[in-house]
């Protein structure tokens, strides 16, 4: 089983819609959630980090995050075609202070005009 | 001036050779990371620093090694390249007083043949 798994896609919405990613993670220590969108050819840039249960809401992106059942999604309301890329879940290993992030293999988002 | 800047952006290489990637940051952070990224894998961390004198492995440091030089300077190199080191590098910092949030550099495109 990898640490941090999503379904690699692509996902594909129209213009407008709710795009939905998942996230799901293995170790149960971890404790900082992290979306990062990464454009094609382009480095990572963090949209969303998520430390607690529930729900945060930055725009028109939402952070969910259910420690319980080792899961974490990002919402994208009102999906633009600028949002097109590759969102990166990544999860902190938990082992020792050491700042390392694991990430899941990505999931590409194609929003459709 | 970028926060992260990488050199080379792109580099061709044969097989055998021995390739550095060189990593600078302005950010004052004492973390530095390396990453790799394949089609389909995600980012895999192939070593990180704490600071000069804390060097550390990630998950497939094989076939790398690193210098941290000063704080501010952190590099890769492959001492004898091989064909599957053909990737996506990025280096990355982290501040280790503050949230656990990576800022990457615009990366590095390295092809070996």
């Known amino acids: 089983q990898k640490e941090v798994e999503q379904n690699s896609g692509p996902l594909s919405v129209p213009e407008g819609a709710i795009a939905s990613l998942n996230c799901t993670y293995s170790d149960r220590g971890s404790q900082s959630f992290f979306w990062y969108r990464q454009y094609s050819g382009k480095s990572p840039e963090l949209i969303m980090s998520i430390y607690s249960n529930g729900d945060k809401e930055d725009g028109r992106f939402t952070a969910q995050l259910n420690k319980a059942s080792q899961y974490v999604s990002l919402l994208i309301r009102d999906s633009q075609p600028s949002d097109s890329a590759t969102y990166l879940c990544a999860v902190n290993s938990p082992h020792g202070n050491t700042g390392k992030l694991i990430f899941g293999q990505g999931t590409t988002l194609q929003v459709k005009p | 001036d970028a926060d992260v800047t990488q050199t080379p952006r792109n580099r061709i290489t044969k097989t055998g050779k021995r390739i550095m990637l060189e990593c600078s940051q302005t950010?004052?952070?004492?973390?530095m990371y390396w990453y790799r990224q394949d089609p389909g894998l995600g980012l895999r961390l192939i070593y990180y620093?704490?600071?000069?004198?804390?060097?550390n492995k990630g998950e497939i440091s094989d076939g790398y090694s690193v210098s941290r030089q000063a704080q501010a300077k952190f590099s890769l190199s492959l001492e004898s390249a091989i064909p599957n080191q053909t990737a996506l590098y990025f280096c990355?910092?982290?501040?280790?007083?503050?949230?656990?949030?990576?800022?990457f550099g615009a990366g590095s495109r390295l092809t070996v043949l």
């Open positions: 990355a910092t982290r501040d280790s007083s503050g949230a656990n949030v990576l800022t």
């Open positions: 950010k004052g952070h004492d973390r």
């Open positions: 620093s704490f600071d000069v004198k804390d060097i």
